[in-house]
């Protein structure tokens, strides 16, 4: 076997606090995120949404020291599984591709071509499929692939998710397991799970499989630990009005206070590092609904981060991607269901998926209610929850 490389794909987050707002305009200027009827309303929007969040998101990142951890954290596992690979009898150079920050997607794939790769395998960060994580890493680069012709002779294949990797559920376990042992009586702490939230109509309409793929991973990381623990399963870091899956975790912490659970271990199930999500959102805002709601014993549950099990099992991906036949870019990014555009977009026309119908209404709602606040500057995009 020639040149192996591997792409290891991730969110990405801002360095510093001087990096937010750049950030943030990548992220709204990616249509995927905000879908719009006029491509020349996307960046202006992006930037008047980005503007106004920033100071918000700062004031977060100013929680957790400064920055993200997410590049740092995910160039580490990367150098871990290099190392892993190697003893495993595997050699293999490892690229790391964030989508909105450095280092860029792009940045890595220039890279990939300048090494001369011949097999790559492209590893999302991303246990569970979703059309808004590995979805839209996996569209970005099918476009790259076909507009660069360089990238033709790679012989590529695609792992669109892992949750079932019998070593991620094992480290998932032992993570868990650890956290047990540090209450007086682990068997009656109740294990809740917290799930990065996507929009209900992800699922129902468009087909996208991260719910089903999250409630199974719960089911198989409960059996892979084996104890007589209660579980319950949330959906955190919801924004905008309309209906993402639920119960949503500040509800759902509520309730189990109101239920008289004391003792709590919050598992971050669909990260795999530490970020924003894990260090500000469940151990600074989440633990202090749960504290509010009479839960004082409140644990989380680090991220795998470069559990020696976890990386194990990311190297056992990559071998076995290698051994197995191709899987491509289109196949990874197909959705099961298809459905009509609305409102119709005059640059795309047709068909469909119900994110992109999703991500039309919320643009277009942004964009009225942008009008109405330059006009009336009355803060309407903060009364409808865009910007949070």
């Known amino acids: 076997m020639g040149r192996v490389g591997v792409l290891l794909l991730n969110l990405g987050g801002p360095d510093k606090l001087e990096d937010v707002g750049p950030f943030l305009y990548n992220l709204f200027s990616d249509p995927e995120i905000i879908r719009l009827p006029f491509r020349w309303l996307q960046k202006p929007l992006a930037w008047f949404i980005a503007t106004r969040r920033t100071r918000t998101s700062q004031e977060n990142y100013k929680q957790i020291g400064g920055g993200s951890p997410l590049r740092r954290i995910t160039e580490a596992q990367g150098e871990a599984l290099k190392e892993q690979l190697g003893y495993l009898g595997q050699e ?15 940045e890595a794939i220039a890279q990939i071509t300048q090494d001369n790769v011949e097999h790559l395998v492209i590893l999302p ?50 993570l868990i397991a650890q956290e047990l042992e540090q209450f007086p009586n682990p068997d009656e702490v109740h294990i809740f799970f917290s799930a990065h939230g996507v929009p209900k109509s992800y699922v129902e309409e468009a087909g996208d499989p991260y719910q089903q793929e999250i409630e199974e991973c719960t089911a198989l990381i409960m059996q892979t630990l084996n104890r007589p623990n209660v579980h319950t399963l949330a959906y955190q870091s919801r924004v905008g009005p309309v209906e993402w899956l639920q119960p949503y975790t500040e509800d759902a912490l509520k309730e189990l206070g109101a239920q008289g659970v004391k003792d709590l271990v919050v598992v971050p199930i669909s990260f795999v590092s530490e970020h924003i999500e894990t260090l500000q959102e469940i151990d600074i805002e989440y633990r202090e609904v749960a504290e509010e709601s009479g839960i004082h014993n409140f644990r989380r549950v680090p991220a795998p981060n470069t559990h020696p099990v976890f990386i194990n099992a990311l190297a056992q991906l990559v071998i076995d991607a290698l051994k197995n036949p191709s899987f491509k870019l289109s196949q990874a990014a197909q959705m099961k269901k298809m459905v009509k555009m609305y409102p119709q977009e005059r640059w795309e026309w047709g068909l469909t998926t119900s994110a992109e119908v999703w991500n039309g209404r919320i643009a277009m709602l942004g964009f009225i209610a942008l009008i109405i606040e330059l006009i009336t500057g009355h803060g309407f995009l903060h009364m409808i929850g865009i910007l949070q």
Request: charged share 15%; no cysteine; hydrophobic share 35%.
């Open 92 to 106: 293999a150079k490892i690229y790391v591709g964030m989508r909105y920050w450095h280092p860029y997607t792009e």
């Open 125 to 174: 960060l991303y246990p569970q499929f979703s059309i808004s994580t590995s979805g839209s890493s996996f569209r970005l680069l099918e476009k790259l692939w076909q507009e660069d012709p360089k990238l033709q002779p790679i012989d590529y294949t695609v792992i669109p998710s892992w949750y079932k990797q019998p070593g991620y559920l094992q480290a998932m376990a032992q």
